[in-house]
Structure formats: C-alpha cells, structure tokens
C-alpha cells in the first residue's frame, strides 16, 4: 500500500520538484548516522525495517555488510581489482588498460585509438563511449561531474568512498557497435547461484535470469524482462569456472563477465549489487538468496 502511494505521488510531481525533493532526501540521510540511514533507505524500498544484526534476507544482508565491512575499496576500485583478478586467474582475462590517473592526460596526449571508454573507478555506471572524433569539452565536463560524485553517500556503500579517484580508459569490448551482454554472476560460497544478463544497455535497458544450466528462471529486478531468446554463450562453463575462482572466500560476491569474440573478459565485482535496495521479483528471491549466503560474511586476507 504505501509503495502504491510513493509511485502515485511520483507520478504527479514535476519533474524539477522530484529532483529538488531527492537532493534535499539525500542530503538529510548524510546527516544522520550511517545505521539510521540504512534503516530510512531499506524502509523506503521495502515499507519495513531491515534486521541488521541478525539478517536473513539477501537485501538485510546488504545493509549490515555495508555497517561491518567498510574496507571494500580494494575489490570494488576498477583499476586496482585488476591486479587481482591477474592473481587468480590470469592476465588474459583482464580488459587492457589504456591509461589509468587522477585526471586525463593533456589532450595531445589522448591518441587512444577508437574506439575507446572512459569512466571512473570508484562507482556505477556513467561509461563514455567513443567511437568517433571525441568532443572534448563536452567529455571533459561529464567526466568532472563524474570524479566529483560520491556514490558511497547515494546508498551507504561507504567503502566506494574509500577509493582514490582516478580515470580508467579502455579499449571498446565488443564484435560491433553495440554494448556486449554482460553476464554477472551471483555467488554464495564461492558457488555460482544463478546469471543475470544485462542487454540493450545503452538504448532500452533489459535484464533476464538463468541458471547454470541456462535455463530461464522467473525472476526481474528493477529493468523490464528481455523475451527475446538468449543465446547461451559460448563460453559459459569458463565463465562459470572463473566466477567459482574469483569468488573463492568471499560469502557473497556478484561476478560480472563479458564474452567477445570466443574471449572471456571480466568486468567487475559487486558486494551490494543494486544496494541492496532495488525488490526481486519474486520476493522469495530474497529469502532463498539470502539463506545461500554464508553468514557473518567472509572474505579473503
């Protein structure tokens, strides 16, 4: 009932007042201690209080990993968990990095050959994709938008704000000019549970669920359900293989992959994947996601 009434509020609200309204929202969690603040962000999603000392669900679990474990900054930093993923599996697995500092080099310095990404390290989303001559005033003010935005103060992820800034640039992964499918892997125990697969990122953002056996479960979580077929990757059993060693020691970890060309590649490592705080569909996702993870949480040392 009162999820219906926050959408129908929504619904009717202009647009620059919902803006003015989530502004002066996350402003005022900042204020608060990061467990209140936890507790507000959950009961907004959820419409109840998350058990954050004894947690059962996947989505409390969430909350309580961002109060015990704020020291993620080395896993979840872009450029950093290369080395690593080199570690444990090896270097051919790894995206190459076309440069990697605070800031960008001097524009004559920028011969990078399309095309190319550029993003952050420390945070979610907001990739630029370069596929033609580069407008590098307009770059240069989304990208200083982007290192100036504290995604650990969106959501009580604290360790993102941990991460020393810097921008990583990387060569275009993909057979053409679309975004690949990126397949992220979610693990309990260092053993895969099941495979969400992102598509249509750029344009119309769809999600869809497989088991390890590909076969098609019904679950969403937040994007609209893509119908089409999927085609099961063809390298499915080492994409299963490197989320099993990747994840090895950690309690839960989300393990993201690309494939391209017949190659695997590894994008990155989520330990709060939406949050915590976006619902599955079911909700009994939640509960057996949750049961899967080992608990207190673990880690490697």
Partial sequence: MLKSLFRAA??????PVRDLVDRAYLGALDLLPLRTGLQVRYFK????????DHP??????????????????????????????????GDEFVIPTLYAGPALPPREARTWPTPYVIKTNHGSGGNIFVRTEPDWPAIEQQLAAMLAYDF??????????????????????ADGPDLPLDYKVFTCGGEPQFIQVDTDRELAHKRVFFDAKWQRLPIRLGYPDDSRPIVRPQQLDRILELARTLSRGFGFVRVDFYE????????????????????????????ELGA???WPPTFPS
């Avoid at 999603?45 to 954050?52: A, D, G, V």
């Avoid at 679990?61 to 961002?66: E, F, G, I, T």
């Avoid at 993102?160 to 060569?171: A, F, H, K, N, S």
């Fill in 45 to 52: 999603s959820y419409q109840r209080l998350p058990r954050l």
């Fill in 292 to 294: 899967q993870w080992p």
């Fill in 152 to 173: 650990s103060s969106v959501s009580g992820e604290t360790f993102y704000g941990t991460i020393p800034r810097q921008v990583l640039v990387e060569p275009f992964i």
């Fill in 56 to 89: 059962q669900l996947f989505s409390e679990k969430c909350q309580a990993l961002k109060l015990l474990r704020p020291d993620l900054g080395r896993w979840v930093d872009k450029v950093a968990v290369k080395d690593f993923v080199r570690a444990r599996v």
């Fill in 260 to 287: 391209v060309g017949g190659r695997v590649y590894f994008g990155e490592m989520t330990f709060t994947p939406e949050s915590g705080l976006m619902r599955f569909e079911p909700d009994s996702v939640d509960a």
């Fill in 10 to 15: 929504k619904a009717v609200t202009p647009g």
